[in-house]
């Protein structure tokens, strides 16, 4: 397919939500266009990342502060903010002002914190939550930086696209936390790939294969909805299984290496041969896909997490005049090798993302790669629906798709694990 089909394609996946994004109201500017008005931040979601974020939107801006921290279990939002306030000495205490009153829990929490006098959102829950809380913190004016991947099936990538919309008719920022756009080897790299250093690109060779993960155990008062939320990457309507939540980073720097366009189709296969055990609730260890491009490139991802086997995260860009490595930031072309060698003091690209947001918001034109980012999510989705099924699947089916993976409600008690995918009988709705 040519450039201009698949923009055509892609066109034809935004048009879903046209008619919402149409109705949203238009506020005049950005909220805290200006260089040194104090931004107030809120946590949602206080694990790992979400600590980390904090951590980063602080580095990024020093008129930064946390005012708002949210967690579904209390204790964990309390414990994050304790960590938060002792972190690196105790560096960024004074900026970390949230009290009693401003943390918040359950599963309305990310309300209340949005709703309590923030500007900026950090959303970094389980991803099954993510559109619900896009779409609240952008009807509530607030900027957001959102951890990737976005949504877990069609209709949560219909709903951020939506989103995404709604807060630039409001221009707020968004930022989707795909990490390695913000690495400033990988764009040197890309931009050269991208300006011919390698020929046209033939396809791109991208693995994730990693062992085992985390597993938080599970205790004889919990509810299954409790267990599954705290063992949340084990069950495919919370983290939308290991491709799209792990591995997604390969799928959006193929995206990217590709220049943004769509793939047409995937077909693949994987399964689950070692996580087995119920405990595992119901996402796969192994998935191999290939994308199919108009052009007729290919997309080769292959990933898997298991202990004890190779380990290896590599994109390797096959070019008709050479070829590139983007982990290593690395040409090797007919034109001559090269070696991305900036100063890797400005390449943290964690603290990079939080940095070009409020740049962008404080200079009145704030930044929103959401719908870019709802592409590559739902690219992995793709890739996850194509094994499942084991058929190929274009992306016309796949943005039209109308399977939710949403529970019936958000609520603590029962929730039956949906079955594990089975290929030739796993249908795409
Ligand atoms: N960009 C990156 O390189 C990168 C790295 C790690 C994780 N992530 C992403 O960050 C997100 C979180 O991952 P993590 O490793 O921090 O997981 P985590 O389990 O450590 O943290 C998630 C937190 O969210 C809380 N939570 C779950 N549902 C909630 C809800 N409805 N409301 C409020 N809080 C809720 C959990 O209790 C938990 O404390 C994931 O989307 C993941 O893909 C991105």
Same mark, same amino acid.
């Given at each position: ?95 970390? @002002?949230?009290?009693?009153? $401003? ?59 939506? @989103? ?92 990217? @290496?590709?220049?943004? @366009? ?76 090269? $070696? ?36 590559? $999510? ?15 699947? $274009? ?35």
């Amino acid at each position: 397919m040519s450039r201009k089909k698949q923009t055509a394609s892609r066109r034809g996946f935004l048009k879903v939500s046209a008619a919402a994004a149409a109705g949203a109201a238009v506020l005049p500017t950005a909220v805290h266009a200006g260089s040194s008005e104090t931004i107030k931040v809120a946590l949602i979601g206080c694990g790992g990342r979400g600590g980390g974020a904090a951590l980063n939107v602080l580095h990024a801006d020093p008129h930064v502060k946390i005012t708002a921290v949210c967690d579904i279990f209390k204790d964990r939002a309390e414990h994050k903010l304790k960590e938060l306030r002792g972190a690196q000495g105790g560096k960024h205490a004074d900026r970390i @002002t949230a009290t009693p009153d $401003t943390i918040f829990s359950g599963f309305d929490g990310y309300k209340q914190a949005i709703d309590s006098g923030v500007d900026y959102v950090i959303l970094a829950t389980s991803p099954g939550f993510r559109p619900l809380h896009f779409a609240y913190a952008v009807e509530k004016n607030k900027h957001v930086f959102m951890e990737k991947p976005h949504a877990v099936d069609a209709a949560g990538v219909r709903s951020v696209i939506e @989103t995404a919309k709604k807060a630039e008719q409001k221009n707020l920022g968004v930022c989707g936390g795909y990490t390695y756009r913000y690495d400033l080897g990988k764009r040197e790299t890309l931009k050269r790939v991208h300006d011919g250093a390698i020929g046209d690109i033939l396809a791109v060779h991208t693995t994730y294969l990693t062992g085992d993960l985390w597993y938080r155990g599970k205790q004889a008062d919990w509810s299954e909805m409790e267990n599954q939320i705290r063992n949340w990457y084990y069950y495919t309507w919370l983290s939308g299984d290991f491709l799209v939540e792990q591995a997604i980073h390969n799928v959006d720097k193929a995206h990217w @290496t590709m220049g943004d @366009t769509l793939p047409v189709a995937a077909y693949g296969q994987g399964g689950r041969q070692v996580r087995t055990d119920e405990k595992w609730g119901n996402i796969w260890d192994n998935f191999s896909v290939v994308y199919e491009y108009a052009n007729g490139a290919r997309v080769f991802l292959q990933c898997r997490q298991t202990s004890g086997c190779q380990s290896q995260v590599m994109d390797h860009i096959i070019g008709s005049k050479g070829s590139a490595q983007l982990m290593q930031n690395r040409i090797e072309a007919k034109g001559g090798n090269w $070696t991305y060698d900036g100063d890797p003091n400005l390449a943290n690209a964690y603290d990079r993302e939080h940095f070009e947001l409020i740049q962008s918001i404080r200079a009145g034109k704030p930044m929103n790669d959401g719908i870019r980012s709802a592409m590559s $999510t739902l690219m992995g989705i793709l890739g996850r629906e194509a094994a499942y099924t084991g058929k190929r699947i $274009t992306w016309k089916q796949i943005e039209q798709a109308k399977f939710s993976l949403a529970p019936k409600e958000y609520a603590w008690g029962p929730n039956p694990a949906a079955p594990v995918a089975l290929p030739g009988k796993y249908k795409l709705v």
